[in-house]
């Protein structure tokens, strides 16, 4: 999914609240690069490609017409399709930019469609579903294992930002609800590999 023109400001916003420097990347005819790359004082730290998560309404038409489309279980669902192409996209953009492993990577998606979440993009990675009891089940590894399969792995970090009319309600204390739009953190890489950058993100 292309990016919507509100992410791109949204999420230079998210990096410049942390004190990071955010530079548009300059694109190449023909060549797809990712959107920032991010800076503390000069010193670049990590790149950044941003998707937009909208629901597509071809995709249920597709699903119809298209017995192969992806099938969990016995239900098919686009939502698993939809973000392994951007991570399959979102990883030869960063390989576009270069090879270079010690400049971290970041993909972050802005999410508008209220039928998917964090948990999707957690389920997509890794192929677990992640119960509201706390307990793991790999349900989804034919979709870790298929398609997102070897691009994850050019990905260090996926920053998950709700937007729209998608934002996640939660409890407060005092017993009413409250809108709560922190990102959400999942890191590829282990943080503890690339301190420097999670010592910067944690404060998001």
């Not at 790149?47 to 597709?62: A, H, P």
């Amino acid at each position: 999914m292309s990016n919507d023109k509100k992410d791109k400001p949204l999420v230079k916003d998210l990096f410049s609240k942390v004190g990071l420097k955010v530079q548009e990347i300059p694109t190449k005819p023909g060549v797809k690069t990712p959107d920032f790359e991010i800076y503390k004082d000069e010193e670049l730290i990590a790149v950044c490609e941003t998707k937009s998560v909208r629901f597509d309404n071809w995709l249920v038409d597709d699903i119809r017409n298209n017995p192969d489309v992806l099938t969990v279980g016995e239900r098919k669902d686009p939502i698993f399709n939809r973000l392994s192409d951007d991570i399959c996209t979102a990883a030869k953009q960063f390989e576009s930019y270069g090879s270079d492993r010690k400049i971290p990577r970041i993909l972050t998606f802005v999410n508008y469609d209220k039928n998917c979440g964090f948990n999707d993009l957690r389920s997509t990675v890794t192929g677990n579903f992640y119960a509201h009891d706390g307990t793991v089940h790999p349900l989804y590894k034919n979709v870790s294992e298929g398609r997102a399969k070897g691009a994850i792995e050019k990905i260090d970090l996926c920053l998950w930002i709700e937007a729209g009319n998608s934002a996640v309600w939660h409890w407060s204390l005092d017993g009413n609800e409250e809108e709560r739009r922190e990102p959400r953190k999942f890191w590829v890489t282990p943080s503890a590999n690339l301190p420097q950058l999670n010592m910067l993100i944690g404060k998001i």
